[in-house]
């Protein structure tokens, strides 16, 4: 069974300017995350969709990162514009969604942010 | 609040010894998950363990194990005979009872076995 999948691995950008992560969940799983994971510290959740829903977005800075989830499947994270503070490692996961219940999350690798 | 708070930053042990990683959780919810997770050096998040709150029962995986005490509201792993293969940075976490991804993670551990 293929895992989760995001692109790129590596990202360097100068602040102020925008970028974008992709991510395809495991297929089946209708629930998505992204995280975002600063070096020395855990994840933290940016933003969940159910579906091509919106379930929490709450800890998301809304006036520069924005995603969307089309179609229920591929994610995109974006952030415009970029601050020294965003240089971190964006982790997507998703999880399977039945009878109510999310069952653990699986990660992908991740992709590593460097804002110079 | 909920919070995970693991304690050790960073352990090192020679290979076979056996070590514990400490995890403390906070909670106002009767029924959560607790999971922990393995991150290696090429950064992908791989799960280990969910615990329900409701299951107090130990578990043992091969050379893995881990101890749920609701009393002290801690959730530690230990790792039997050590081996360099399981260096790594490792992160215990704490999930609502409906939403096993959505996770408060705790600070992580690195863990180096040296051979």
């Known amino acids: 069974e293929a895992g989760v999948a995001q692109s790129p691995r590596y990202k360097i950008i100068e602040k102020r300017q925008s970028v974008a992560f992709w991510c395809n969940p495991i297929s089946g799983h209708a629930t998505l995350y992204w995280y975002q994971q600063i070096l020395g510290q855990g994840p933290k959740l940016l933003i969940q969709?159910?579906?091509?829903?919106?379930v929490d977005d709450s800890q998301l800075p809304k006036d520069r990162f924005s995603a969307e989830r089309l179609k229920g499947v591929d994610s995109t994270l974006k952030i415009q514009p970029a601050k020294l503070e965003d240089s971190a490692v964006y982790l997507c996961?998703?999880?399977?969604w039945g009878a109510g219940i999310n069952t653990e999350a699986f990660f992908g690798q991740g992709t590593r942010l460097t804002v110079v | 609040a909920q919070k995970v708070t693991q304690a050790q930053t960073e352990i090192s042990v020679v290979e076979k010894e056996d070590v514990t990683l400490d995890c403390v959780y906070e909670t106002r919810d009767t029924t959560y998950y607790l999971f922990w997770y393995k991150q290696p050096p090429s950064g992908e998040l791989v799960f280990l363990i969910r615990?329900?709150?409701?299951?107090?029962q130990n578990e043992i995986s091969g050379r893995y194990s881990w101890n749920f005490q609701k009393s002290t509201s801690s959730f530690n792993f230990t790792i039997t005979a050590s081996q360099v293969v399981d260096s790594a940075v490792y992160f215990c976490?704490?999930?609502?009872?409906?939403?096993?991804?959505?996770?408060?993670f705790g600070q992580g551990t690195e863990l180096s076995v040296k051979p």
């Open positions: 976490a704490l999930g609502a009872y409906n939403q096993g991804g959505k996770l408060i």
């Open positions: 996961a998703s999880s399977y």
């Open positions: 969709f159910q579906n091509n829903g919106v």
């Open positions: 615990r329900n709150s409701f299951d107090e």
